[in-house]
């Protein structure tokens, strides 16, 4: 069984940093690239950063694009997001998530529970 679990969010001051993890197991975790998606309340989501299964190659959206760092332990089968410099509008529930291919935005399957990150002074 796939099981993707998200933890490190909470409340942080605005210009303030979070790291976010999300432990994966049921899966070859290596295999699959990954991504992190975020639902801000009353939007919908919002694709945020996705990391390919091998080679280190990553992608953001522009809206964090220089402020969030996406990485990978695939032998602790771990995600990462640095998030450094936020700002109020990245208040959202943070998901991470499995997709179906090597390589980030080709569709994907599952989903953890998300981790809400509130940034707020």
């Known amino acids: 069984e796939v099981q993707l679990v998200e933890s490190g969010g909470g409340l942080v001051q605005p210009g303030g940093s979070l790291r976010l993890s999300c432990a994966a197991s049921?899966?070859?975790?290596?295999?699959?690239?990954m991504s992190w998606v975020r639902q801000a309340p009353g939007k919908g989501p919002e694709w945020v950063s996705g990391h390919n299964s091998g080679g280190g190659a990553t992608s953001y959206a522009d809206s964090v694009k220089g402020r969030f760092t996406i990485s990978r332990d695939n032998a602790k089968n771990t995600l990462y997001l640095q998030m450094t410099s936020l700002k109020p509008e990245d208040t959202a529930v943070y998901y991470c998530?499995?997709?179906?291919?090597?390589?980030?935005?080709?569709?994907?399957?599952?989903w953890g529970k998300g981790t809400l990150v509130t940034v707020a002074s």
């Open positions: 998530a499995k997709e179906r291919s090597s390589i980030p935005l080709r569709g994907m399957d599952y």
């Open positions: 049921g899966f070859t975790f290596s295999t699959y690239a």
